[in-house]
Structure formats: structure tokens, C-alpha cells
């Protein structure tokens, strides 16, 4: 395992702490997934919620867009939905096979010496199952998902008991930022949403918006892949843009060496 100290590692850099999202940032939307976990999804509000199949994508859409997922939607709405059963049904079926090894990726992670947690709106059986089919399950210090946002779903007595916390909630965002116990003006927080990027830059976390080739408004760097990550933002491994003097240059072999796809062995 390649952990860090809680403190940075890397104290010239203008970073503590580096929280990734996962899905459609750490791997492409284009490899089948997301297009899978749809399907999966709609097949969840046929079969267990009764609902019309013809109608099934656009109540997905509408729940996804009035309260941050189907399951928080149909919780809100009176479903006595289990998280667990609703994750084994829309995760546990997925085509994990698409997902492959990123040696580029495992490189560039391992070369950052700061903090790494995963902060996913996913259940954490579907982290790990993605994190392993990268080959980058070793290369974070923490994960925080869907568990650690809403402890206290498997104690509900009814569906309206407890709200369905994710990003981009405030409160979600609060609650993994506690958890992370980070400086969010020391820390960049790295998604493919708009809307969470926005909710971060709003609590202070530095902010980088990945997949996009346009900058949104609250974001602070803007990636078009993950690999492009120490193109775009050098001052996670050199002297912060804040402290000037303070860049250190860094050899060019072993900025090569960051950016090489060859496979780094554990
Ligand atoms: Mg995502």
C-alpha cells in the first residue's frame, strides 16, 4: 500500500489532498458502463417499482434530475426501497470486464504523494469492484461513498426517515469533507459533474472538471481525460501558483516517467 501521512507528503505543493470521484472520472463513460447502469436502472423501476415500461428512462431522468438519483428519488418518494438490494440489483449486474487495467493512471497516482480518497455517490462493493479492474485498488488512503454519506439508511423505520444524502448535496459534501478531515482550500476535488463541482467550489475546495474540454464557471481547471492530469495541474507535484518562488522545477525524465503508460510494479 502505497499510504501517505495524514499531514502532506509533498508540503510544497499547493495541495493536501486530492479527492477523486470515480465513476466517468477515474474511466471513460464510453467503455459501456454508464449505458449498462441505465439499463440496469430502468429494469429496477419495471420489475420492483411497477412502473410502465415505456415509461421507465424518463421517470430515470426526471428522478436523477429532481433529487440526485433513482434511489433518492424513490425513497423520497414513498418507496420502501433497501439500498443494498437497489446497489446488488444496478451495480452487482454490470459488465466489470469493460473496465481494464490503466497502468497510465496507476502511474500518475502513484506518483502523487499527497493524500488520494475516493469521494463516490456508488456503493462500496461497486468502488472496489472498479478500482480492482483499474488495478488501482492499493493507490488510495480511504474511500468515501454512498455508505459513508448515509450510515443510517439500514436503520430507517420508513423510506422518508432519513434522506438519501450524495453529492452534489451540501450536506453530502459536508458530511465527506468532515470525514476526509481536510483543509477544502488545500485540497482538490476532481469530477465529471458540473453540479458537484459547483457544490465543492461552493465549500471552498479547489476544483477540476474532468471528461469536458470547456471550463464550467466553478471549476478551476478543466481535464479532458485523467491522464492529462499533470499537464493541466503541475502544482499538484511543484511549488503552488499562490507561494510563486516557491515552483520547483521538476527533471524531465522523471516528469516522463509520470507520464509513460509502462506498468509500475506494486
Ligand atoms: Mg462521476
Not at 43 to 67: D, I, M, Q, T, W
Request: glycine content about 6%; hydrophobic content about 35%; aromatic content about 8%.
Amino acid at each position: 500500500m502505497d499510504y501517505c501521512s495524514k499531514s502532506s507528503c509533498n508540503p510544497s505543493s499547493a495541495f493536501d489532498c486530492l479527492l477523486f470521484d470515480l465513476d466517468d472520472t477515474l474511466y471513460s463513460s464510453k467503455l459501456g458502463i454508464a449505458e449498462a447502469l441505465r439499463k440496469n436502472i430502468d429494469e429496477f423501476l419495471v420489475e420492483k417499482c411497477g412502473f410502465p415500461e415505456n415509461k421507465a428512462p424518463s421517470h430515470r431522468v426526471e428522478l436523477f434530475k429532481s433529487y440526485g438519483s433513482s434511489l433518492a428519488g424513490l425513497r423520497a418518494l414513498g418507496y420502501d426501497i433497501d439500498a443494498d438490494d437497489y446497489h446488488s440489483f444496478v451495480h452487482g449486474r454490470l459488465p466489470y470486464d469493460l473496465i481494464k487495467p490503466d497502468s497510465q493512471l496507476r502511474n500518475l497516482l502513484r506518483s502523487i504523494t499527497q493524500r488520494k480518497i475516493i469521494f463516490t455517490n456508488s456503493d462500496r462493493n461497486h468502488a472496489i469492484m472498479a478500482l480492482k479492474q483499474l488495478g488501482i485498488e492499493d493507490c488510495f488512503d480511504q474511500i468515501i461513498c454512498f455508505e459513508t454519506m448515509n450510515p443510517n439508511l439500514s436503520k430507517s423505520t420508513s423510506p422518508d426517515e432519513f434522506p438519501v444524502l450524495l453529492k452534489p448535496s451540501v450536506d453530502a459534501m459536508k458530511v465527506a469533507l468532515r470525514v476526509a478531515d481536510v483543509d477544502p482550500r488545500r485540497t482538490l476535488f476532481l469530477d465529471d459533474n458540473v453540479r458537484n463541482v459547483a457544490a465543492g467550489k461552493a465549500l471552498g475546495l479547489r476544483t477540476a472538471l474532468v471528461g469536458k474540454t470547456a471550463r464550467s464557471k466553478e471549476a478551476d481547471y478543466v481535464l479532458e481525460h485523467i491522464h492529462n492530469l499533470a499537464q493541466v495541474i503541475p502544482e499538484i507535484w511543484v511549488g503552488g501558483t499562490e507561494s510563486g518562488d516557491q515552483r520547483i522545477s521538476r527533471p524531465g525524465s522523471e516528469m516522463d516517467a509520470i507520464l509513460s503508460p509502462t506498468t509500475v510494479g506494486a
